[in-house]
């Protein structure tokens, strides 16, 4: 049986790809010292804001921070959260030629209002409806391309409406064609789209 270390020496030198619903992550840190005169809620006065990878977004970086190289596929909106997720993204390391940006679609932005370690607040945006035929297309030809240089697929299911039972299928077969492992991480609702 190999040791954690081990495995983490096999993971080095990895390439993988990761297809899925990727997330901007805003932190919004403050503190709070009084109670709104209009509603019984706390008053955060907000000191330092924080961007971070999240969604499928997070589990590339995670695994390029345990010494995977990793090309992620996904969308963003053409917008301004899209594009700092896309300078962010690259920042960090992680391939993102495959993150196409989308006129139609808005980023999908978890803002988390934070008083010193306590949590207040979580405000979502975005759309979790279905990626249109031509945007399932896209990804399909981009994720095609890297499937020589990519040793595994990783499907992260956040269920904002990119892994659709078509994409998944695809792109699963993809991957198994050329004989390499796909690793799927589905929502409950959506585990039959990926069996």
């Not at 990626?131 to 595994?152: F, G, K, Q, T």
Request: with cysteine; proline share 6%.
């Amino acid at each position: 049986m190999p040791t954690p270390h081990q495995l983490l020496e096999r993971f080095a030198g990895i390439k993988l790809a990761v297809l899925g619903d990727v997330i901007c992550d805003r932190f919004i840190y403050g503190d709070v010292q009084r109670i709104s005169p209009e509603a019984p809620v706390p008053v955060m006065r907000a000191q330092q804001e924080e961007l971070k990878a999240g969604g499928a977004a997070n589990v590339a970086h995670n695994a390029l921070t345990l010494g995977a190289s990793v090309h992620l596929f996904g969308i963003v909106g053409e917008d301004s959260w899209g594009e700092s997720l896309r300078k962010l993204l690259a920042g960090l390391g992680l391939h993102t030629e495959g993150v196409l940006p989308v006129a139609q679609r808005r980023t999908t932005l978890k803002t988390r209002l934070m008083a010193g370690s306590q949590h207040l607040l979580r405000v979502d945006e975005g759309v979790t409806e279905s990626i249109s035929a031509e945007m399932e297309n896209a990804l399909l030809a981009s994720l095609r391309a890297a499937v020589p240089s990519c040793d595994a697929l990783v499907l992260s299911d956040y269920d904002k409406g990119v892994l659709t039972p078509r994409l998944a299928v695809q792109a699963t077969k993809l991957f198994r064609d050329a004989e390499k492992p796909v690793i799927c991480d589905p929502k409950p609702a959506n585990i039959p789209r990926f069996v």
